[in-house]
């Protein structure tokens, strides 16, 4: 099956530094989401990707898809406190409306 | 927009009871809704796709008549864990599909079966 690995697993971050991760795949994808989960609740929708070479924003995260359709990037800038929890990249396998989910990065920021 | 909600947040059951978990799409109508569980420090795992006025599709290894689903509107579906066992407590999340392919995922339920 699809597999989505996320790199990198865990960082370690000062406040105020900007933070990059990726997620890449086995096959291709057509569309791109990307998620955060608080620990002991549900993952929140940051940004839905559509297009390969697509750029978008959603306040001081970007992100990307890959023009080979088999990558994506997610780029926190300036980090904060509330930045802190565990990314995930999704995306539908091909044809079908079910989500593949990444491994997840988490992101620790230290005092 | 985009609301979900599940209830109850945490439950902590006898082995051998059932468990209902509720899970409603608050602002939008979705005829298919999934539910997921999350074991500590790992990624989502799908269980099963629900889909409003059919039966659920369930994913290779999960047990259907284990754990039993029904989408009897277009906002609510239930997971029933019956017969729990102290290796099904989990963290049990659902999500609801609006538009294309966004799942938008409600809080989780904790189970705890003792």
């Known amino acids: 099956g699809q597999q989505l690995n996320q790199s990198p697993q865990s960082m370690f971050i000062q406040e105020g530094e900007d933070v990059s991760m990726n997620c890449t795949s086995s096959s291709i994808f057509n569309t791109w989401l990307w998620y955060k989960q608080d620990p002991g609740e549900g993952p929140v929708l940051l940004i839905a990707?559509?297009?390969?070479?697509e750029l978008t924003s959603n306040g001081r995260l970007t992100a990307q898809f890959g023009i080979t359709r088999k990558d994506s990037f997610l780029n926190i800038s300036a980090s904060i406190p509330s930045d802190v929890g565990i990314y995930f990249c999704?995306?539908?396998?091909?044809?079908?409306?079910?989500?593949?989910f990444g491994t997840g990065t988490r992101l620790t920021i230290i005092p | 927009g985009a609301v979900v909600s599940q209830h109850p947040s945490r439950v902590i059951c006898k082995s051998g009871t059932s468990v209902k978990i509720e899970c409603r799409s608050l602002d939008f109508q979705a005829t298919t809704m999934f539910w997921y569980r999350q074991f500590p420090k790992q990624s989502l795992m799908l269980m099963a796709t629900?889909?409003?006025?059919?039966?659920?599709?369930?994913e290779q290894g999960v047990e259907k008549d284990k754990f039993l689903i029904n989408h009897a509107s277009l906002t609510l579906s239930t997971l029933t864990v019956t017969s729990a066992h102290p290796e099904d407590s989990s963290f049990y999340i659902c999500?609801?599909?609006?538009?294309?392919?966004?799942?938008?995922f409600g809080p989780g339920t904790r189970l705890t079966v003792t």
């Open positions: 629900s889909n409003e006025g059919s039966k659920a599709t369930y």
């Open positions: 999704a995306g539908p396998s091909f044809g079908n409306e079910k989500l593949t």
């Open positions: 990707l559509y297009k390969a070479g």
């Open positions: 999500s609801a599909k609006q538009g294309a392919w966004e799942q938008y």
